[in-house]
């Protein structure tokens, strides 16, 4: 929750190295100790994959898809990929503290789930196709509704936002 408000890069450097400590001591079928701090581990691992989705997700979700985003000033940088072909819709986050609870602002709060890149309902997007040099312009509504992607096997696609 702090991070996404300064970013300091020793501390991404702590959150990954702590990751994957959680994730070692997490059993095969899911459990971590069989009690209710399961559930702040589940959170725990929710947000950093939001952290390192910047909030995108995809639908439908499989297993083998690969997403991931870096923001680089107010270019957001996405790279999508899968071992299998795959057809879907990335997914972009909304400003929830203003479209579900209704609050002026962005603040802190226990249990948050922090806000990285949001697509304003408003506002147009490029969105640049760096393997197929191609560009279309979108609004925020239309990314939260999806952005349709189509995957060919073993092909990383590269994607700018701006």
């Not at 702590?18 to 725990?44: C, L, V």
């Not at 299998?84 to 997914?91: P, S």
């Not at 986050?93 to 609870?101: C, G, L, N, V, W």
Request: aromatic share 12%.
């Amino acid at each position: 929750n702090l991070y996404n408000r300064e970013p300091v890069p020793s501390v991404a450097q702590w959150m990954d190295g702590e990751i994957k400590i959680m994730w070692s001591i997490q059993k095969n079928n899911g459990i971590i100790e069989g009690w209710h701090g399961d559930g702040n581990f589940a959170r725990t691992t929710i947000m950093y994959c939001f952290w390192k989705t910047k909030g995108l997700t995809i639908k439908p979700w499989r297993e083998d898809v690969i997403l991931g985003a870096v923001q680089d000033g107010d270019v957001l940088k996405i790279s999508i990929s899968t071992r299998r072909g795959w057809k879907g819709k990335i997914i972009f986050d909304s400003p929830r503290h203003q479209t579900i609870m209704k609050m002026p602002l962005d603040w802190p709060r226990i249990n948050q789930f922090p806000e990285w890149f949001t697509a304003k309902s408003e506002k147009h997007y490029a969105v640049h196709d760096l393997i197929y040099n191609a560009k279309k312009i979108y609004t925020g509504r239309q990314l939260q509704e999806g952005l349709t992607i189509h995957l060919e096997p073993r092909i990383e696609r590269y994607l700018l936002v701006e």
